[in-house]
Nanobody, 112 residues
Framework: QVQVVESGGGLVQPGGSLRLSCVAS????????LGWYRQPPGRLREWVAT???????YHDESLKGRFTISRDNAKKTMYLQMNNLQPEDTALYYC??????WGQGIQVTVSS
C-alpha cells in the first residue's frame, strides 16, 4: 500500500518562496513518474510539473522559471521549489505518485 505525505505549505507574502515535499513509501519509488498538481479556489485541478524516473522534468509553461520539480530517490522524496510566489498561486497542491496515487493535498496561500 502506497503512503504519501506532503509538507511545506503555508502562508507566504507575494514574492516569497516555499518548498513543498512529498514522501512516498510502499512503492518502487526509483522507477515511477512523479508529479505536482494544484487546485485554485473555485477551479479544477491543474497540472504543474512532472519528473520521470530518469530525471527528465517538465513544467507548465506559465510556471517555468519560478517553479522547479526535483526528486531524491534515496530519500523517496519529491520536491517543488516555488519562487516569486504570487496571489494567483494560492491553491491546494497535490503530489501524484505514478499514475494512480495522490497525496492528501497541502494548502499554499500567497497573501500580504
Amino acid at each position: 500500500q502506497v503512503q504519501v505525505v506532503e509538507s511545506g505549505g503555508g502562508l507566504v507574502q507575494p514574492g516569497g518562496s516555499l518548498r513543498l515535499s512529498c514522501v512516498a513509501s510502499g512503492t518502487d519509488f526509483d522507477s515511477i513518474s512523479l508529479g505536482w498538481y494544484r487546485q485554485p479556489p473555485g477551479r479544477l485541478r491543474e497540472w504543474v510539473a512532472t519528473i520521470y524516473s530518469a530525471g527528465a522534468s517538465y513544467h507548465d509553461e506559465s510556471l517555468k522559471g519560478r517553479f522547479t520539480i526535483s526528486r531524491d530517490n534515496a530519500k523517496k522524496t519529491m520536491y517543488l521549489q516555488m519562487n516569486n510566489l504570487q496571489p494567483e498561486d494560492t491553491a491546494l497542491y497535490y503530489c501524484k505518485i505514478g499514475t494512480m496515487t495522490w497525496g492528501q493535498g497541502i494548502q499554499v496561500t500567497v497573501s500580504s
